[in-house]
């Protein structure tokens, strides 16, 4: 009898001292001594974790809002993507460098999209060079020179460098308040080669007068 009650005395005591240990907090446990599967599901919830100090998370396979995110496979919303495999909305994928897609058109030869490859304005003159000069403030889709020269009384070759384009259009660009009958006809020399021929109908005579080309 005095054993069993001794023992009895023993075991309350522990338990005792066990809920004097819990009362007092968590200063007993050493900080990293629980992993997180000694934790039963569920028995954390959101009102009991800081989340100001969970920090940033740099990968998520799959987040429905997030303000920064590194790397995120899927993101229906995110503020700031580095890298998105599929997101709704992506700065630098509506813009680039500030400007949107449609500001830009492809610089090349090849492309049948509608863009402009070359123009020229001629500055003809019965002084004009006779050989071939470059032709300031031209484009030329090879990104090479647009050259020009005088061949004789209002008649002219106009090349762009490079460029395969084998069609040519322009008129006739006057300073002047006055329009005439005056007018531009093109005769294809090679590719990007162009003789070009400036004619006024109403005095039926041919003239140097400043005039425009360009190769769509």
Known sequence: MVVAMAALLVA???TAVAAGHLARGDSLIAKKSLS???LRNHTLSGTQINLSKLGKVNSAKKADTATNATNA???TTAATATNATTAATAT??????GIAASGYTRNDCSSITGQI????LVPASTSF????TDVAGAYNCSGQAVQARRIGLGDYEVKFLGSPVTI??????DPSTFTDHAFVS??????GDFEVLVYNAFLAAAQDRQFSVVTP
């Open 117 to 120: 490859k070359g123009f020229a």
């Open 92 to 97: 630098n994928a509506l813009s680039l460098g």
């Open 36 to 38: 997180g599967n000694r």
């Open 186 to 191: 093109f005769r294809q020399i090679g590719a």
């Open 168 to 173: 040519a259009l322009g008129n006739i660009v």
């Open 129 to 132: 060079s006779s050989t071939l």
């Open 12 to 14: 309350l005591s522990g």
């Open 73 to 75: 496979t899927n993101a």
